[in-house]
C-alpha cells in the first residue's frame, strides 16, 4: 500500500513537472487565435509552426543564439577546472582560513543577484580598462561574472565527492611513484567524475538562462548579446506575442536538454569506471 502511494505521489510530481513544459510547447504550436481564446484547451486541432519561423527569423538570432553557447561552454569549463581544483585544496589540505573561506562561499549564496548587479557593473566597467577583452559590452564579462557565481555550489558539491574518496586511494598512488599531478588527474579526476557532471548540469542551466547581467553589461554592442535578449522582441507595450514568445522558449530549451543527456552518458560511464577501479 505504501509503495502505491508513493508510486501516486511520485506520477503526480512528475506531472507538475512536465504540465508547464508541455503547455509552453503547446503553446508554440498553436494558432494565434487559439493562444488570445477566453476558453484555452490543453490541445490544438490546427498546429502551426508559424512561430517558430517568427522566433527564427528575429535580426541577429543566429549571432545570439552563438554568444549563448560560447559563454554557456566557458562558464561549465572554467568553473568544473576551478571548482575542482578549490575542492581538492579544501578538502585534503589543512591551512588557516579553510573555514573562514567555506564560510564566505555560504554567504556568497545567500546574497541576492539584484543587490550586486549595479556594484558588479561599476566593477567590470573599471576592470575592462586595465585587462581588455572582460569589461562591458563583451563576452568575457558574463563568462567570469558567471563563473564567480556558479563556483561556491560547485565547491561545496565537489567537496563532498572528494571528501568520499578514500586516502588510501592517494597514498596507494604515492606508494607506485605518482606524482601530485598525477594523481588529481588520474585518480581523482575520474572518481568524482559524477560530482562534475551534476555541477556540469547547473553552471550551463546558469549561464544559459542568464538576462540580467547580459541586459546589464551588454549596453550599445547588440551583435554581444545573448539569447535571452531575442525574447525581448516579442514583448511589446500594446500586446504581446505569446506565441512567438513560447516558441523561443521552446528553442532555447533545446540545448539545455541536449547538454544534459550528453553529461547524463558521462554521468553513468562515470559511476561504472569508478565501480570497475
Do not use: C
Not at 27 to 47: C, V
Not at 194 to 202: D, E, I, N, Q, R
Request: charge should be positive.
Amino acid at each position: 500500500m505504501r509503495r502505491r502511494v508513493a508510486d501516486g505521489v511520485a506520477i503526480l510530481v512528475a506531472l507538475l513537472t512536465v504540465f508547464p513544459i508541455y503547455w509552453m510547447v503547446l503553446s508554440a504550436l498553436k494558432p494565434t487565435g487559439e493562444i488570445l481564446s477566453a476558453d484555452p484547451r490543453p490541445w490544438t486541432l490546427h498546429p502551426t509552426l508559424d512561430h517558430f519561423r517568427s522566433a527564427l527569423g528575429v535580426s541577429g538570432f543566429g549571432r545570439y543564439f552563438l554568444n549563448s553557447v560560447v559563454v554557456a561552454l566557458a562558464v561549465v569549463a572554467l568553473s568544473a577546472l576551478i571548482a575542482f581544483l578549490a575542492a581538492v585544496a579544501l578538502t585534503r589540505y589543512r591551512f588557516r582560513t579553510r573555514t573562514t573561506i567555506l564560510v564566505l562561499f555560504l554567504i556568497a549564496q545567500m546574497v541576492p543577484v539584484e543587490a550586486l548587479s549595479i556594484p558588479l557593473f561599476f566593477q567590470i566597467r573599471d576592470l575592462g580598462r586595465t585587462v581588455p577583452g572582460v569589461g562591458l559590452n563583451t563576452l568575457g564579462s558574463l563568462i567570469l561574472v558567471q563563473v564567480a557565481f556558479s563556483l561556491p555550489f560547485a565547491i561545496w558539491m565537489l567537496r563532498g565527492f572528494v571528501a568520499a574518496v578514500p586516502k588510501e586511494v592517494e597514498e596507494a598512488a604515492i606508494m607506485d611513484g605518482a606524482s601530485r599531478f598525477t594523481i588529481l588527474w588520474r585518480v581523482l579526476f575520474p572518481l568524482i567524475a559524477p560530482g562534475l557532471a551534476a555541477t556540469s548540469v547547473f553552471s550551463f542551466i546558469l549561464a544559459w538562462n542568464d538576462f540580467l547581467f547580459a541586459k546589464t553589461f551588454i549596453i550599445s554592442a547588440t551583435e554581444n548579446q545573448t539569447l535571452p535578449a531575442a525574447l525581448l522582441v516579442f514583448f511589446k507595450p500594446d500586446e504581446n506575442d505569446w506565441g512567438g514568445i513560447m516558441a523561443a522558449s521552446t528553442l532555447m530549451t533545446i540545448p539545455v536538454l541536449v547538454f544534459f543527456i550528453f553529461v547524463r552518458r558521462r554521468l553513468v560511464s562515470g559511476l561504472g569506471g569508478a565501480v570497475k577501479e
